[in-house]
């Protein structure tokens, strides 16, 4: 063998080594991550469900309405959905999170919270009994790696749920009293709820239909990386793109079925999940979500807290 030839052969053993040395410690994460995943699968389908008693995620989502923001504080390695997604969270998390920009007022209650995922609760699909704004029936629409844009059981997404924290920001529509139980809603509120959730059936049914005629949970990954790295370059107002996906979704939701205002043609894309936890009055220059007059999210609640691990 030539002394050339044996000089190609090492380097190609260096650049084969350089590729697999990293390679088999995210091979072993990510199969533990889909064996951690199809296990939590398996303990929410064999869960004995015994009749007429509620548990505490059936108490929890009693207090859902369309229209209420769900946030998610992530385990990153948990992500099943491959290296990209993880690596994504991580950044996300990273640039997006516990921002203190301008002074706003939060309602966050820890700054060990990172809640870089948010989803919007729409009405369900079965329309059959009247029972399609009924508690059991909601659906969490959200932007996913795994399945694209979709709007899954809000009680199963809340079980399969392996994130540290997981909020509830109720909607209060102009006039309504959702913490007072002798509240009767005036004729006014019942019209406009309903042209509200008529609204975010359209949107849900829309962007599920867009995202699996464009294949968007192949880019769900990619889009969030550019977003995250864009707004931490300042670039970001001038990228087509989202800074956060998930944001991105819930703030048009919300613009599109007429709670919050469009401010600018990009009020949604400049979005990140934490501005939905800021107040904005108290917030001075860029302002990502502005609610419409008599609009307000109320005070968080806490639907599921685990171990920071």
Known sequence: MTSAMHGKLHLLGKITASLLLPAIPIGVWYYQAIEDRNARIEKVRSQVRIPNVQTVDDLMIEKCQP?????????????????????????????????????????????NESFE??????????KSGGALYDPSNLLLLEATASEGIVARPLQTRLEMSQSRTVLLLPLSTPGERRNDEDYEPSLKTVRLKKYFNTNLEKFRDSWESESQKQNYSSGHATLGLLGALGYA???????????????????SALQESGAAANISEKTALFSKCEDFLQDYRFSEGENTL????????????????????
């Open 233 to 251: 370059l300042g670039m970001h107002k001038a990228s087509p793109g989202p800074v956060s996906p998930s944001a991105w979704l819930v703030a």
């Open 117 to 126: 995922h948010i989803g919007i609760i729409v009405p369900g699909r079965d």
């Open 290 to 309: 502005h609610l419409r007059p008599g609009w307000k999210f109320m005070k968080p609640v806490v639907m599921r807290e685990t171990s920071r691990s």
């Open 67 to 111: 229209g209420d923001v769900v946030l998610f504080d992530r385990r990153c390695h948990k992500c099943a959905a491959g290296p990209a997604t993880a690596f994504s969270c991580i950044v996300g998390k990273a640039i997006l999170c516990n921002d203190r920009e301008r002074g706003r007022t939060s309602m966050k209650r820890s700054d």
